[in-house]
């Protein structure tokens, strides 16, 4: 079992930066593949990025390529989703996700979730 407690999020204006953060529970967590998710209003969840076990792979949606920097710190038990140059569209509830047995871009694959932290984006 993995518990995961998202920190960080709010309001920015457009061109901002802002860095989310997941703390896991557990002696586990090394052994997950970790990844971000958001969901807007009226939308489908969306895939954001991912991060291997080790954080030597990662893996990110086309939207936010060049922009965003998912990272992992496994002494610490966090991964993080720095994210530069926001804009509008990047509004939405985040999420971050453990799955057991890698790192991709379907949601259905993860195991655990946060509790999701909002992040608006202002024009």
């Known amino acids: 079992q993995v518990q995961l407690v998202q920190s960080g999020g709010g309001l920015v204006q457009a061109g901002g930066s802002l860095r989310l953060s997941c703390a896991a529970s557990?002696?586990?967590?090394?052994?997950?593949?970790m990844g971000w998710f958001r969901q807007a209003p009226g939308k489908e969840r969306e895939f954001v990025a991912a991060i291997s076990r080790s954080g030597g792979n990662t893996y990110y949606a086309d939207s936010v390529k060049g922009r965003f920097t998912i990272f992992r710190d496994n002494a610490e038990n966090t991964v993080y989703l720095q994210m530069n140059s926001l804009n509008p569209e990047d509004t939405a509830v985040y999420y971050c996700?453990?799955?057991?047995?890698?790192?991709?871009?379907?949601?259905?694959?993860?195991?655990?979730w946060g509790q999701g932290t909002q992040v608006t984006v202002s024009s």
């Open positions: 557990g002696r586990t967590f090394s052994s997950y593949g």
């Open positions: 996700a453990a799955d057991r047995s890698g790192y991709g871009s379907a949601w259905y694959n993860y195991d655990y």
